[in-house]
C-alpha cells in the first residue's frame, strides 16, 4: 500500500525534478526486509514502483542533455547520530549562518539554483546545459582517466570530463565559503571532534553514473533503517520521529519548514502548488569558472593533473600518522580527518602529493581489506580526489586550515 505518496503531487514533483535523470535510486524498510540491499537502481518509468514500495527516492547525477550540481549541506555529529532527529529546532538553526554564506556567493554570481531541506540538511540543485558556453569551458579543465570510461562506456566523454572538472570548481567554491563563514561550527575535513557543517564534496569523488541524490518531495527514512538504528545506539527516533520529506525552502521560514516536513498532509499541500523544475544556472556558473582560472587553486590543479601517479613511489609507511594506522585492517571505518592527517602531514613535509595518492591507491588495490570494501568504486579517481582536496586547501587556505601534528 502507498502509504507515504498519497496523492499524485508527490509523482509529479519528482518527474518535474527528473525529467533527465538516467536512473533513479530507491532506498528503504521495503528493500532491507524483502531483499539482501537496502537500496535498488531502476530506469525512470518505474518510479511508480518506487512509490508503491514506500520508497526514498533519488535521481542520478548523470543526466540528459545537461550536468546536474547539488551542493549537499549537512550537520554531522559523530558522537550523537540521533542529534538531528531529535532536536531539528537547534540544529537547522545552527545551520542557517553557512547557509546564508553559501546563497551569498550563490546569488553574488546570479546563480540559478532549487533549495531543499533534506532528512539532515539542504541541497542546492542546479543544472548545466549542454551546449552552452559554461558547458563548453568548463569541461575543458576535466581529465577522464581510462579506467573511468571503461566502468561505463555508455556515460559521454563529455560528462565525465565535467564530473572532474564541477569537482575542481566545487573546491574553488567551497573555499570561498570558508572565507566569509563566521559561524562556530566548523566546516568538514577540518577536525572530527565536534558537530560540524559537512559540505560534502564526495559527490564528485567518483565516476559520474555511481552517484545520485534524493528527490524533491521523497520522504527520508534513514532513522527506522537497522544499519542507522544501530548506528544510534537506539530504536527511539524510529518509535517517536515521524518520517520526514525533502520539501522546497522557497517562502517559507526555518520554523515553518520544520512544522511542515514530518506533517504529511501540509507537505501534500505544499507539493499540489510548487514547480520541481531544477533551473538552468549555466550563465552563473560560467561568471564563478571565470574568477576560478586566475587563481593559485586553479594553479595548484594543473599542476596536480600533470603528475604521475603510476610512476611515482607510494609514501612509506612511517610516513602515516599513528590515528591512520588502526584503519590499515579496518577500511570501513576510516573517516576524511585519518586521510586528511595523511595528506597534512605529507604536504608539510614537502612531500609530493602523487606520493599520497599512490599510497592510497595501493590501498584500494592490494590491500585486501581495502580491496574488498572498495571494489564498486574507481580506485585512481578516489586516491587522486582526496589527495587533491586536502593538497588544494593547504595550498590555498593555510590561514584556515591547520596542519597535522
Given amino acids: 500500500?502507498?502509504?507515504?505518496?498519497?496523492?499524485?503531487?508527490?509523482?509529479?514533483?519528482?518527474?518535474?525534478?527528473?525529467?533527465?535523470?538516467?536512473?533513479?535510486?530507491?532506498f528503504g524498510k521495503y528493500l532491507e526486509q524483502n531483499h539482501f540491499q537496502s537500496f535498488k537502481s531502476v530506469r525512470p518509468p518505474r518510479l511508480d514502483w518506487l512509490l508503491d514500495h514506500n520508497l526514498d527516492g533519488f535521481t542520478s547525477v548523470w543526466q540528459k542533455g545537461c550536468y546536474l550540481i547539488v551542493l549537499d549541506l549537512e550537520y554531522y555529529n559523530p558522537f550523537?547520530?540521533?542529534?538531528v532527529f531529535r532536536d531539528e529546532k537547534g540544529v537547522f538553526g545552527r545551520m542557517e549562518g553557512f547557509c546564508d554564506a553559501m546563497e551569498k556567493i550563490l546569488d553574488g554570481y546570479g546563480i540559478e539554483y532549487l533549495k531543499l531541506m533534506t532528512?539532515?540538511?539542504?541541497?542546492?540543485?542546479?543544472?548545466?546545459?549542454?551546449?552552452?558556453?559554461?558547458?563548453e569551458l568548463i569541461k575543458g579543465c576535466?581529465?577522464?582517466?581510462?579506467?573511468?570510461?571503461?566502468?561505463?562506456?555508455?556515460v559521454p566523454r563529455d560528462h565525465n570530463l565535467m564530473q572532474d572538472a564541477v569537482g575542481k570548481?566545487?573546491?574553488?567554491?567551497?573555499?570561498?565559503?570558508?572565507?566569509?563563514?563566521?559561524?562556530?561550527?566548523?566546516?568538514?575535513?577540518i577536525r572530527l571532534d565536534s558537530p560540524m557543517m559537512v559540505l560534502d564534496l564526495d559527490l564528485w569523488a567518483d565516476p559520474l553514473f555511481m552517484r545520485d541524490v534524493?528527490?524533491?518531495?521523497?520522504?527520508?527514512?534513514?532513522?527506522?533503517?537497522?544499519?542507522?538504528?544501530?548506528?544510534?545506539?537506539?530504536?527511539?527516533?524510529?518509535k517517536n520521529v515521524a518520517i520526514g520529506y525533502s520539501i522546497p525552502c522557497k517562502g517559507l521560514t526555518l520554523a515553518e519548514r520544520i512544522e511542515i516536513r514530518r506533517n504529511r498532509e501540509k507537505v501534500t499541500e505544499l507539493a499540489q502548488i510548487c514547480d520541481m523544475h531544477i533551473p538552468d544556472g549555466s550563465e552563473g556558473w560560467l561568471k564563478m569558472f571565470h574568477d576560478y582560472l586566475p587563481t593559485p587553486l586553479k594553479e595548484f590543479h594543473d599542476s596536480f593533473d600533470a603528475g604521475e601517479m603510476f610512476e611515482t613511489e607510494p609514501l612509506e609507511a612511517g610516513m602515516l600518522p599513528e590515528n591512520?594506522?588502526?584503519?590499515?585492517?579496518?577500511?570501513?571505518?576510516?573517516?576524511?580527518?585519518?586521510?586528511?592527517?595523511?595528506?597534512?602531514?605529507?604536504?608539510?613535509?614537502?612531500?609530493?602529493?602523487?606520493?599520497?595518492?599512490?599510497?592510497?591507491?595501493?590501498?584500494?588495490?592490494?590491500?585486501?581489506?581495502?580491496?574488498?570494501?572498495?571494489?564498486?568504486?574507481?580506485?585512481?579517481?578516489?586516491?587522486?580526489?582526496?589527495?587533491?582536496?586536502?593538497y588544494g586547501?593547504?595550498?590555498?587556505l593555510k590561514g584556515y586550515v591547520p596542519m597535522a601534528d
Fill in 214 to 238: 534524493r528527490l524533491a518531495f521523497s520522504s527520508h527514512q534513514k532513522h527506522i533503517m537497522e544499519k542507522y538504528i544501530k548506528r544510534m545506539g537506539s530504536d527511539w527516533c524510529a
Fill in 80 to 83: 550523537d547520530y540521533s542529534e
Fill in 169 to 189: 570548481l566545487m573546491e574553488f567554491l567551497y573555499q570561498k565559503v570558508f572565507e566569509i563563514y563566521e559561524g562556530h561550527l566548523r566546516p568538514k575535513d
Fill in 1 to 26: 500500500m502507498n502509504e507515504y505518496y498519497c496523492d499524485d503531487a508527490f509523482k509529479d514533483r519528482m518527474l518535474e525534478y527528473t525529467e533527465d535523470s538516467v536512473y533513479l535510486v530507491g
Fill in 142 to 154: 576535466g581529465i577522464c582517466t581510462e579506467t573511468t570510461h571503461q566502468r561505463n562506456p555508455d
Fill in 324 to 390: 591512520f594506522r588502526q584503519f590499515l585492517d579496518d577500511s570501513t571505518k576510516v573517516r576524511w580527518t585519518e586521510i586528511k592527517a595523511v595528506c597534512d602531514n605529507a604536504y608539510r613535509l614537502g612531500r609530493d602529493p602523487m606520493e599520497a595518492a599512490r599510497l592510497f591507491y595501493d590501498l584500494f588495490t592490494l590491500h585486501e581489506q581495502w580491496r574488498l570494501h572498495w571494489v564498486e568504486y574507481d580506485p585512481e579517481m578516489r586516491a587522486k580526489y582526496w589527495v587533491r582536496v586536502f
Fill in 393 to 396: 586547501m593547504n595550498e590555498t
Fill in 119 to 135: 532528512g539532515q540538511g539542504y541541497h542546492y540543485a542546479s543544472k548545466i546545459r549542454e551546449g552552452t558556453p559554461a558547458f
